[in-house]
Structures are given as C-alpha cells and as structure tokens.
C-alpha cells in the first residue's frame, strides 16, 4: 500500500471481503448456469431471468450502494455527512477523498454489468444494451455518493433529496427508453453525470471536513436560539414530563418539520392540477401519505439505542419507553394537525373540493352516511395511528444496540420488498395464479395472525414485569376487539367475513413490537 | 450490620468470545472510598456498568443499597450520582437546560448547593453543552452527579485527558462527598496517584477477575520489602502489570 488510492482500495476490499466473495461466487453460478443451460429454451423465460438474474443483481446494487457511500456505518436520517470522519484527518486533499471511493465504485458497477451482460441468461429476443446500463448504475452510484456525503441543515433531509434526485434520473431514463433512445443518446443522457457528480461530492466532503452542518431545525438550532435567550421556564414537575421534553427537543420536532417543508409544495400541485381530477386524487393520497412516509425516515435516529446518559435516569424502564411513546405521538398530532388544517384550505382556495368530494358522496351512496362516515374516519385515524406506528416500530430493533441486527433488519425488508414486488408481478400476470392468490388470501392473513400470536407469547414470557404484562395483554384485547367490532359494524359481512376481519384486527395492533421494546439492557 | 452499599457476587459476562467479567465478587461497605484499578479492557467499566443496572448479569448476583439495579433502577440510580470518562452530556442542552432536566429526577435535588457548584466551576447557565471545553463539560457533569447529595458516588475513569485544574475539582468532589458522613466513593482510575491519594480501600481488576481486594495500608504492608514500603504504581505492576 504505497499510496493512499492503494489503501482505500484495500479497506473496501478487506473490510467488504465476505460480501465480495459472496457475489463472485454467485457470478460464478451464473458462469456455470449459462455454459450448461443456454441450449435449453426453457431457461430463457423472463419469470427465470426475474428470479436468477434480477433480483440478486438488484440486492447486488443496493449493497454496491451502501458499500462505496459508507452508508454501513453513517446515520442516513441526521445531518451530519456519513462520510468517515476518521478520514478527514488523511493527509490527502478532498478531491482524493472524494474522487477515489467514486472512481472505485464506477468501476465495480460497470464490472457488474458486464458480468451480468455477458453471464446472464437472457430472455429470448431481448435486446440486451452495450454499455449504457454500466454508465447508469455508476452515475446512480455517483450521485448517492454526492448527496449522502453532503451535510444537510434538516435531519431526514439527505433521504429526501437522494430519493427525489435518483428518481429523477430513472424518469430521464424511462422516458428515453419509452421514445426508444439510441445507445449513444443514452450515452450522451448519463455521461454528464458522473463529473457532475464527482464536483459534487468534493464539495461535499470539504465542507463536511470543515464542519459543515448548520442546524436550522434542530435541538442546536440558529433560528430556535431567541427562543432559547427567553425567559427560564419552569421546573418540570415530574420526571415524565422531564423525560418527554427530552424526547420531543431530541426528535419530536423533526417528522413536523419534515412535513412543514413538504406540504407546501404538494398542496401547490392543487393549484397547477385543478382541472385534471385524477391528478388532484394522485396529489391527495400524496398529501395524506406524506406523514406516514416522511416518518419511516425519520424512524431510524428516534429509535436508537439509550444513551448511557438517558439509560442511567432513575426511572423505570418503562417510563422512558414511554416517554419515546408519548413524545411519537406528540410529533404525529402536530404533523398531522398541519395537513388536516392546509388540506382543505387548500382545495377549497383551488377550486378542487368538488372533485375531492366526489369519492365521498359515491361512499355515502354506496354504504349510507353513518357507515360512510365511520369508514373515512377509520381510514383517517388508520393513516393517523400508521405514521404513529412508523415512528415507534423500529424502536424494538433500534433500542437493543445492537448494529447487526439494526442493519441486517434493514436489509431483510429491503429484501422482502423486492420478493414482495417480483412475486405481485409474476402473479398478477397469470389469470390461474392469481384466482390462487386472490383465495389464500384469508388464509395468508390468518397464518400472519397466528405467528403474531406465538410471537406475543413468547415476547411476553420474557417480560419481567408481571403487571405491565397483564395491563398489556388485557388493553392489546380491548384495542383489537374494539376494532373488529367498528369494522365489523362498518364493512358487511357480504363484502369481508368476521374471521377475515377479526385477524386484520390482530395484525394492525403493534403489540408484540412495543413489548418487545422492554427485552434488551437500558444501555442496548 | 446495615446491607453493604454493593454487593457482587459470582458475577460473569461475555461478549462472545471474550469473558469480561469472570465470577468477580466484591462487597462495599457504607462509608469511605474504594479505588478499582485495572488495565484497559480489565472489565472495570463493565462492572460499573452491572452495578449501574445498565447490563443484566449473565450469571451472578448485582444488589446495590439491598436492591437490584435491573428490576428497580429507581430505587438504585436516584440514589447515585456518576461521573465518567466519556462524558456524554447531551451537547444541545444549554448549562441550566441540563440542570433542571436532571433536577426532575432527584426528589433530593439541593438548588443551592447545585448553584455553589455552578458558581465554583464557572459554568455560565446559558452556555451550550456542546461549546464547553472537556474539562467544563467534566465539571457540569459533576454539578448533576453532586447536586442531590448522593449515598454513592460514581466515577469511572473520571479524569482521564483533564487538565490537573479540573481533576483537582473531581478530587476536591470526592473528598467532599465523603466528607459527608455515610458517603461512599467508588473511584475507577488509570492515574494511580490520584486512587492514592483518596482511596482507602483498594481493588485491583485484571481479565475480568479481582485479584487484590483490601485496604490501602494492607495492600502496602503486603508488598513490603524490607524499609521500602511500595507504591500504589509498584504494586499495580507487580500485580497486574506482568499480565
């Protein structure tokens, strides 16, 4: 290692070694697959290429991703770059900090296209690209890099800008596809991006090396610092209340300040969008979404583990459990108080509250008022208790301080969405498959309902404190039975059966996750 | 006899392969103050952090004041104050934002005893956590861990990287507190001379198990060699140094 290009080579190289023997030996299946399969029609199907090729390259390129940003060990929803701090202090300039992981994981995308390219078995009469598809992959990569590597004012903001960028250069793409672009334009469409990208990212590492994150809305806030020259308030009165002021300072503001931002520019879209209605309906379910998704996000930094400072509070553990609790539940109803009171503002001042209307009165018609009413209220306290439920699920993982067990949660619902996707696709396509599907469903939910159980049991076996655990089981049932019972009363029997009812019941109560909470050490 | 203030037994922790702790028992009594000594990764932190109740004992028995630190961490933390190394005061806080937190949680919380040491530290109230130097952030971590006048104090590895200005203040504190009749000091500490100087009653650590448990003078007279009595420092490396 004579050279610092060397050294950054080999810390990827060692530090990733499993993972990279991992994928060269799938590549080598692959090899194989295509020496002794290729003459057989049958391996050419899209279903097998879905399956062999697709998904294992696409949890290929999530990790290459996550690999070459350092995303492993950053916090993805704070403000602060995830580039290694510990790198900083690397006598090298920033263009080397910046431009070695990037050149590094160009070349290990277009390695794995080609691979792919000349390995996979490919559907019959695909037309497989040349080289373009290497070029997206590493600008998709590049730009990752940029964006995560940047500081941002707001927490959760680095997953909203990555998102928002990445998907619009899948549109650019899509869209060339879709006008049949040749390989040169889609060339000419991707090249720009990899030195854009890279000038980002020297920009980013610099000002991450020099510190910097300036809050706007964080406990360290500038704007928040008149507030903070008030007058003293008072002393809490209980350690509660002491405990919940922490949580919320700590990260009850950041889901409402996410949705501050957010709001303004999709109630925006009412106004360019009035006289298209399906428009205005995709802009309402985004405004309604916007909550429970921005507090998926948000999740993560509020459900780590206890700092030694908060676990040595002399209280119990279940008061600062609760305190994380109340201080979710406080962030949802302000995040939610500012769309249920802009939303109808705002489609009232745009014209556009006929056509939200119009949904309403068919479910009047369809169902009667009272059941009317009762349905969107349920839909609404479902959208309500989901951004709740987003915000405090992880806390079970997040609270055991244990890093593996964080990430590989992370990486088993990346997976499980993607086996989830490819699954729908390859039953809705097929008329047989999914008259099968469709049937197992009740059975499906049943078999969900019942491992949720068998969890509860044995999450609650371990609890140690007998009277939580009554108070819990008894408010888990009341809450469930309470819910069939509206649904029941709400959805006829003739559209869903009481059973079918009564397990999503089991299912939508976060039990077994908040229980779980109370296993690990205070400290994780 | 009242119960002693911790008492350990049998204690065992891994973590995986490594044995942190091996069947370590101690017992302190009420009053004085004890020194635990150890090389890195001897497992001194650890167990502070059972008797802390922020670890559940794998094996063994962790009772502080009578109690379990786990299952009653109210009854245990609210009746020690605590002081380490990493000082991880929560850096968005301003000096008296931490000082009424804390305050919330300790019925015996004494403002005017809390304003004496803010006063005598020269920590300003409206000061960020996060803009104090190390030794200033040491120093509000001891306003909280001193102003509830606690039975048992604390300190792991308290004043590693201060300046002498500030250790003088850690020790001045736990001279103070045992001062105070009944108070116990536990005191985890590299620097040696400093355990010297205060403890009387010394436990040295080494890969997991007490090896030396006993008072100062005992341990000296122990390894006395003719006209030399020995040092604190000789008698670590004699003991746990030749690991």
New interface residues.
Partial sequence: MSTPAAAIAWEFRTRHRWGLIAIAAYLVVLAVCRVRLSAAPEYHSVDTFAFFVVVPLTATFIYFLAVFSYGHGGDLAGRQSIFPPRMFTLPVSDTALAGWPMLFGTIVMALLWLATRVLALWPKGAEVPTVWPALLAASLLAWTQALTWMPYPLPGMRVILTILWLASIDAIVLVALHYRAHEWMMLGILAPNLPLAFFVARYAVGRARRGGASSVL???SSVLRSE??GP??E?????A???F??EW??YGRTLPALVAVLLPFELAMLWIYAEVPPLVYEMLGGILLTPPFMAAFVAPAASAAM???I???????GSLIAAKLKAAAASTAVAWQMVLIATPLALHFSGTMHIAMAPVDLLIDVFGAPRAIVLLLLAFLGLIASTWKQLVQSLCIGMSGRPWLVKGSVFATLCAITMLGLGFGWIVTDAHRFSVAWNAIPMVVAAAAVVKVIAAIFVISRL?TPNQLLIGVIGWNVVVFALFAILNWSVPGLLLSSGFLLFLSILEVPLVRLAAIGMW???G | MPDPVISVSGLTRRFGAKTALDSVTLTIERGGVYGLVGANGAGKTTLI?HI?????AESGTVRVFGRDP??D????????G?L?E?N?????M?V?DLI??S????PGWDDAYAEELRTTFGLDN?A?I?TLSKGQKARAGLVIALAYRPELLLLDEPSSGLDPIVRRDILAAVIRTIADEGRTVLFSSHLLDEVEQVADHVTMIRQGRIVVSAPLGEIKEAHRSGEHLPSLDEIFVARVGAA
């Fill in positions: 964080g406990p360290q903070d020259r003293r308030t002393d809490f009165r209980s350690p209340r002491a405990q002021w922490f300072r700590m700092t030694p400072f676990a040595r509070r002399p209280v119990s553990g140690r050490n205070r400290c | 952090k802390l109740g922020l670890l559940r786990v299952s961490p109210q009854g245990v933390l609210s009746r020690i605590y380490s990493e991880d005061l929560p850096g968005w301003r008296d009424r937190y305050k919330a949680f300790y409206a960020k996060k």
